[in-house]
């Protein structure tokens, strides 16, 4: 990859090319189909049509994979009980196709929502997996909400506005986190590119239990080596055209820790 496919591919076809290469290097993919925010109920109709066909398409070359959804563009901003069918036929639709669905979390404004809603679907047996982001001071309690709810979790940084952004307060967040959910047993998966948090979680956490979650463009090195030495590992993949405010939101990431004279894991 090159240049802006350094953080996005182009389309459909090429995502599941990459994908089909990783699986070969034991490196899962969560497909992340980037698209605006529907404003009408042909917008989140179109964006569910796209969905259920990528579900549909993955086959083998993605076996293994999940789908990576951020619930405005279901339909979220302006209807959520649409929002709220899409997904439960999405999630229907991957459960049929050995598809989990991985729902992304957004802004403050809809974290609450998303929760609630990843919750009823896991509470009827969908597999979904809900992102939680360490920066938000709510996050603890609703780490407790999913750990009775049988929700597994992504955890991350967060990438919106969030109640703190002191990198040393947010990995002490991400550690505390991480240990709750080992305290659990629970399965649950870290999306981090801090060589100090990855190397914690290699002494403390568990390979039967612990995934590794990576973006596409960042740490190569290091998640070879983790699959290669028998951790779960997952690379958070985009694609699509609509993909310059995500692309902004990376090259903002990698400003930020130079700034702090930091930097990822290899």
Known sequence: MTGEERWALPDRAAALEWCARRKREHVRCALDMLGKNARTGGEAQEAMRSHLELVQTMGEA????????????????????????????????????????????????????TLRTALEDASIGLPVTQTLQAYLDRTPGDLERALDGRLRVRLVKGAYAGDTNDFLEVRKRMRNLCGRLLEAGADFCVGTHDPELV????????????????????????????A?????????????????????????????????????AP
Do not use: H
């Not at 279901?74 to 669905?101: H, I, M, Q, T, Y």
């Not at 979680?201 to 960042?218: A, D, H, M």
């Not at 590992?233 to 004279?261: D, N, Q, W």
């Open 62 to 113: 993605a076996a293994g994979a999940s789908l990576a959804v951020k619930l405005s563009t279901l339909g979220a901003a302006f209807d959520r009980e649409l929002c709220r069918r899409n997904l439960r036929a999405l999630a229907g639709a991957g459960l049929k196709s050995c598809v989990p669905v991985e729902l992304d979390m957004e802004g403050q404004g809809l974290v609450e929502f």
């Open 199 to 226: 190397g914690w979680l290699e002494q403390n956490g568990s390979r039967r239990k612990l995934e590794f979650g990576f973006l596409t463009g960042l740490s190569d090195e290091t998640k070879l080596r983790l």
């Open 228 to 264: 290669a030495t028998g951790w779960r590992v997952v690379e958070y993949l985009p694609f699509g055209p609509a993909s310059g405010a995500y692309i902004a939101r990376r090259e903002r990431y990698l400003k930020a820790l130079e700034r702090l004279g930091r930097t990822p």
